[in-house]
């Protein structure tokens, strides 16, 4: 049986019974693929990517710390696909094969495989940023990439940020020793842990008042001898401190060739004291001839004495002040003050540092490293330039980006990348370089690069690179601090046109609502002056945080932190998965449940990326051996020779190929016998329940293509689905009109072959109306309805104790078509109450003082005449001085236009009209508007006017309508305003009007108006007479209004719209020109076939015809048209 819902019945037939189960569930066959495992603790899967030679096809997988735990070197595996169940995977041996001439080279730890990048000349490349070389006793860490051919083979290695070792350093320590050094063993301690990693010359000068020379630059061999003498240096004491004789005295002989001195070398001097100078007014001279000898300056304040003798904060300042002065600028990277002797030992390590960096810098500011700590190959992108190799380490970790070429590499100044709008002079450990992307446009390449640590929020920059010149063209900021804003960058060619449409940027760390990190990525649409616009935020799946802190309302508790997703922490561009000639996009977010991570599919559509994922993959893994699924992701290749490209993802402990399936697009239609439904008119042979009913014959037919073949096949060619469904009405209510709908739920199987394209509908529904019309099938209904109560005419209101009742009679017939949807409807006030309808096929449902009655459910049929009674009762919880009762009747229908006419008029262009008018039926046609008022015998009426608006003149002031004959209203100054007749002429001047097609309405344009009367009769007709004024020629649309005076407590005004709309077509027919230059070609071939009939003696008569074509013009009332 069909069951009646309050809006329309529906008749479910179900057909292909597997349905899709679910409809994120798209086409990454994520239950069938192959999976790669390693090592967790080597963090096999860091990277990934998918690989193609002549022996087959791969998948490369970066295993950053594979070595560990006695080396972290670090390695990239080469797994070959369609092993089997137990896949084997091949280290490449990459660190033993990367390598750097001429260098002392660290590669313990330099992490091989953090970076993966397809190369486009066929191979790949391997990045280890820890890769590490030493100058004397200090290990830089520039990073280092391998560039890998198509057979596996090191073809070279890439270190841009690599520079040459500078000259060994000649060092001379300058000591105070006089008496107030106590005690002098730890001077000694110092000297010996400082001086015994140290493989370079050392010379020692002590002063107190004399100056000696203890050790000469080249004096000893070995590291051991020099260290034998120092432990047996004698203390110079002295009761005066001459620093300036001291330094001065090394300068001029401790850096001698004699003393062992090497040409070339740079000259550091380290300078001990424990007090202020004596000779300090010798200092300024001395040390500005040190400047003019290159001789950096370390100094080393020892506050012993003034401590042991509480010397005021004063004298201290003063002598700190002192040795400031003597250090080499800037003064905070050459200044050590320590407590007393034996604090000399704590700051020996820095102290190396410091100097140890000399060795591969040059100037005298040793700790602002450039490239030595760049660690370049953090991030890597293949560009159409060359690679780009981000350097987070580079500037004190402001970072940069590297770009190589075959024609050099391009190493960027840390100027390049600061933000000229920024308040700060420099910037402070942004990591530029993080992540790398590069954008194509009509106007050349756009470089980009992203910097998660600036201002703690992290921003974006977006660049040009005219040689070496850096041009930054636009800054994208983050939001939240501690997100790591730009951290991870991807920009797609949606529609494949060659030029980048959108930019992603990760902020993998972004908090949620619970505090936790869920990560959101932003979406930046590139648009056509090359800057990126933001268009959407994508977010993961909210992840509830469940611990055993917090774990109210969790069914399985994280035993995992941090709690969250991290979605954004791989952005990937997925070559067109669902086969609709659009990339996709992958995002990993590897913290999902409980860091068995998930990836996220998105389609790609009209430039631009779907807002909802489409399918989430969930991560395989057990969370244990294999977690952090989602942390890289690589589509780009058909790894199975399907024609559909795959999809590899990896964690940490292994990595996944997972196959695409093929995509169907599968098209239905269904059709009905009958097409519509009389209940009145029940089938013969259709028979429920030992009486007629109807019966409808349902039509459905399949036809689907496989995207990768594009050839459409009929599901069942010669058969068809004919389904007898018998109708029953039961239920009354009803709110729009009455209709059946058939639906139709389809899928294909679950987990083999194609999956249906996601765009397309799973169900289809058709509708079959319940009408009785007549022959024209259009129901234009006629109520009338006639309310009555019974309530006693009284003076005034007495409220009784028995709650009197009363009932209104209403009375609602129908005149004309059935009524569908038929209801009465009473408001009342609050001082009465309504108790219930009297009639039992009456269904009526209150609502605070409103009643709803159906009537002749499902509709009124035609001259039928419904009568029941509604029944109130007193309500004394109000006292009101009256009772009122609304009643209204309603009925579903569709606009009637019956009485519209469909009328035009034709103007021929060409047509000549008077220069004078002399009578009103010269003007042009007649254009008339009838409005019928029409209402019941019996049915008293308010006072009714009818007023109307036209419009008058056109934009040039040339008239449009003109109105000709009386109206029987107030209109006497509109009615021939110009007094048109054979006494009164009118000359014809017009104003030339555009071409052009536009509107002209009441608001702008001068219109004119009048009110008519309607009087009390059962018909009233106002006949409305214009003439369409020849000259002008323009369109026109604007409403001509019905307003209706209400009586009683209503104010109603209604209004009708007629459009009028009067169109100029450009002139046709064959220019004069065109006519001239036919006529002349026309005589010129006359005279050629004269001469030539004349030649062979034969004549005859040739002649002419042109023909024009003329243009019209024409007038539109409403939806009507009137030719003439």
């Not at 942004?430 to 790398?436: C, I, K, M, P």
């Not at 109000?878 to 609304?886: A, C, S, T």
Request: proline share 4%; hydrophobic share 35%.
């Amino acid at each position: 049986f069909i069951s009646v819902s309050y809006h329309f019945w529906v008749i479910i037939n179900s057909f292909l019974a597997v349905l899709i189960p679910c409809v994120l569930s798209f086409n990454v066959d994520d239950k069938n693929g192959e999976t790669f495992n390693g090592p967790l603790e080597d963090m096999f899967g860091y990277s990934v990517q998918q690989f193609e030679n002549s022996e087959g096809k791969w998948v490369l997988i970066g295993s950053p710390l594979a070595g560990q735990p006695a080396k972290r070197t670090g390695d990239v595996y080469k797994c070959r696909v369609g092993q089997g169940p137990n896949p084997r995977c091949i280290k490449l041996e990459l660190p033993e094969n990367t390598t750097i001439p001429n260098l002392h080279e660290v590669k313990e730890n330099m992490t091989m495989g953090t970076t993966l990048v397809t190369n486009p000349q066929g191979g790949f490349l391997a990045c280890g940023p820890q890769y590490g070389y030493m100058c004397g006793q200090q290990t830089y860490i520039s990073g280092v990439c391998t560039n890998v051919s198509s057979t596996f083979q090191v073809l070279n290695s890439i270190a841009p940020a690599v520079q040459e070792c500078a000259k060994e350093l000649d060092i001379v320590m300058v000591l105070d020793g006089s008496n107030s050094i106590w005690p002098w063993t730890s001077i000694i301690d110092f000297l010996v842990k400082f001086l015994k990693n140290i493989e370079i010359g050392v010379g020692i000068v002590s002063y107190g008042e004399k100056v000696t020379h203890n050790v000469n630059l080249s004096q000893f061999d070995t590291t051991q001898s020099l260290l034998a003498k120092v432990a047996k240096l004698p203390q110079q004491t002295g009761f005066k401190t001459m620093t300036a004789l001291g330094i001065d005295t090394a300068r001029k002989e401790a850096f001698t060739v004699e003393r062992g001195a090497r040409p070339g070398v740079k000259k550091v001097m380290i300078i001990v004291t424990d007090g202020e100078s004596h000779d300090f007014y010798n200092l300024d001279k001395v040390i500005k001839e040190c400047e003019e000898d290159d001789i950096e300056r370390f100094g080393i304040a020892v506050l012993g004495d003034y401590n042991r003798n509480n010397r005021s904060i004063k004298e201290v300042k003063k002598f700190i002040e002192e040795i400031q002065s003597i250090s080499s600028d800037p003064v905070g990277d050459h200044f050590f003050n320590v407590s007393d002797e034996f604090a000399l030992l704590n700051i020996v390590d820095a102290l190396g540092s410091r100097i140890f960096a000399l060795e591969a810098t040059s100037g005298n500011y040793t700790s602002s490293f450039e490239m030595e700590m760049s660690q370049a190959g953090f991030s890597a992108h293949t560009s159409k330039e060359g690679v780009m190799l981000g350097a987070v380490g580079a500037y004190e970790w402001n970072g940069t980006v590297v770009m190589h070429t075959n024609q050099g590499t391009v190493v960027p100044l840390n100027a390049d990348f600061q933000d000229p709008l920024d308040e700060r002079k420099e910037s402070l450990a942004e990591y530029v370089g993080y992540a790398v992307q590069s954008a194509s446009t009509p106007n050349g390449e756009l470089y980009i690069t992203g910097a998660p640590r600036y201002n703690h929020t992290g921003r974006v920059i977006v660049y040009k690179l005219d040689g070496e010149i850096i041009t930054v063209t636009q800054v994208l900021k983050g939001e939240q601090i501690g997100s790591y804003f730009g951290s991870v960058l991807q920009t797609v060619d949606v529609d494949q046109d060659s030029y980048t449409d959108i930019l992603l940027v990760g902020a993998p760390m972004f908090m949620g609502p619970e505090r936790e990190e869920q990560g959101q990525v932003y979406v930046y649409k590139l648009n056509e002056k090359g800057l990126f616009e933001h268009q959407t935020t994508l977010k993961p799946d909210n992840q509830t945080c469940c611990t055993s802190a917090h774990s109210n309302g969790c069914t399985i508790v994280n035993t995992n932190g941090p709690c969250g997703a991290r979605f954004g922490t791989a952005i990937a561009e997925v070559s067109d998965l669902d086969l609709d000639g659009n990339r996709d996009v992958a995002i990993g977010a590897p913290l999902e449940n409980d860091h068995k991570g998930a990836v996220y599919v998105y389609h790609g559509a009209k430039k631009t990326i779907k807002e909802k994922y489409v399918q989430r993959i969930p991560g395989p893994g057990d969370g244990v051996k294999t977690k952090f699924f989602g942390q890289s992701i690589h589509g780009v290749m058909d790894l199975n020779g399907d024609g559909i490209i795959d999809i590899t993802i990896g964690g940490l402990g292994g990595a996944s190929l997972f196959w695409s399936k093929d995509v169907a697009e599968l098209y239905a239609n269904m059709t009905f016998d009958p097409n519509k439904i009389n209940l009145q008119q029940p089938s013969e042979d259709c028979v429920l329940g030992e009486r007629a009913t109807v019966c409808v014959k349902t039509r459905v037919c399949f036809s689907y293509s496989v995207k990768s073949e594009k050839d459409h096949t009929n599901l069942g060619t010669g058969e068809s689905l004919i389904n007898t469904l018998p109708v029953c009405l039961n239920v009354y209510s009803v709110n729009t009109s009455i209709k059946l709908c058939s639906r139709y739920t389809f899928g294909l199987a679950e987990d083999t072959g194609p999956v249906l394209d996601g765009d397309l509908p799973t169900s289809l529904n058709k509708t079959i109306p319940l009408v009785d019309c007549g022959s024209d099938d259009k129901c234009i209904a006629d109520l009338s309805l006639k309310a009555v109560n019974n309530f006693p005419i009284l003076s005034s209101l007495v409220i009784k104790a028995n709650k009197e009742k009363f009932h209104v009679l209403i009375t609602i017939r129908n005149s004309q078509d059935n009524a569908y949807n038929t209801k009465v409807m009473l408001s009342f006030t609050e001082n009465i109450n309504y108790v219930k309808v009297k009639a039992n096929d009456k269904v009526c449902s209150l609502n605070n003082t409103k009643v709803e009655c159906a009537v002749g459910y499902p509709f009124l049929k035609s001259n039928v005449e419904e009568v029941f009674e509604i029944l109130f009762e007193v309500n004394p919880a109000h006292v009101w001085k009256e009772i009122q009762i609304n009643v209204t009747a309603t009925r579903y229908s569709k606009p009637c236009d019956r009485h519209m006419k469909e009328d035009h008029i034709i103007v021929k262009e060409g047509e000549q009209y008077p220069s004078i008018f002399n009578h009103t039926s010269v003007i042009g046609e007649e254009v008339k508007i009838i409005y019928t008022v029409k209402k019941d015998v019996n049915m008293e009426t308010p006072p009714l006017k009818l007023r109307v608006m036209y419009p008058y003149l056109s934009p040039r002031e040339n008239i449009l309508l003109y109105l000709t004959h009386d109206v029987r209203c107030h209109i006497r100054d509109l009615i021939n305003p110009l007094k048109i007749n054979n006494n009164n002429t009118h000359t014809i001047n017009p104003k030339k009007e555009t071409l052009s097609v536009f509107l002209v309405g009441c608001k702008d344009h001068p219109c004119k108006s009048f009110i008519c009367s309607i009087p009390h009769v059962n018909n009233s007709q106002v006949n409305v007479t214009f003439r369409v004024w020849k000259p002008t020629f323009i369109k026109v649309s604007t409403p001509l209004s019905v307003g209706f005076l209400s009586f009683a407590c209503f104010n109603t005004v209604v209004s009708i719209q007629v459009k009028v709309q009067v169109s100029k077509e450009a002139l046709g027919g064959i220019p004069l020109w065109i006519i001239i230059v036919s006529i002349l070609i026309g005589l010129l071939i006359l005279a050629l076939v004269i001469f030539a009939l004349w030649k062979v003696c034969v004549c005859s008569q040739p002649s002419v015809c042109l023909c024009l074509q003329g243009t019209y013009n024409r007038l539109y009332i409403g939806s009507s048209q009137i030719q003439q």
